[in-house]
């Protein structure tokens, strides 16, 4: 086999992964519901990167800077399975209507770390982090 076709056929993009993000989350028998979540690709991370950049004027200069909370924001919303943030019945049982701003209001601010930094471990970012720190 040449090395060619591992490029040509490398494992799915699309893997998903069960987390316990708390404890608090319990289904009718008492037992802790996991999130699920999925790796993001890149094509996806620089859609991402693209709606939360924001365009400011610094000393009169144009610039763009990246809206590093929004950024988490839409990664947690775009990698997160279930629960379905955007669903009807979990906007409204949270009183809004932008799914983005469910993660804010249904976990505390350890498990939004918590949940996000599972999804750049698994989107492949803690490698990404190690070898930087190398």
Known sequence: M?????????????EEKEVVISDRFRDENGEVVPFRIRALSQEETDAITKQATRRVTVNGTKQEQLDSAAFSRLM??????EPNFAATEVCQ???????????????????YARLLKEITALSGFADVEDEVKN
């Open 76 to 81: 947690v919303l775009a990698a997160t399975v």
């Open 2 to 14: 040449s090395k060619l076709s591992a490029f040509l056929n490398p494992a799915p993009l699309g």
């Open 93 to 111: 049982a949270y009183g809004v209507l932008d799914p983005g701003q469910v993660p804010g209001k249904m976990l505390r601010a350890g498990e």
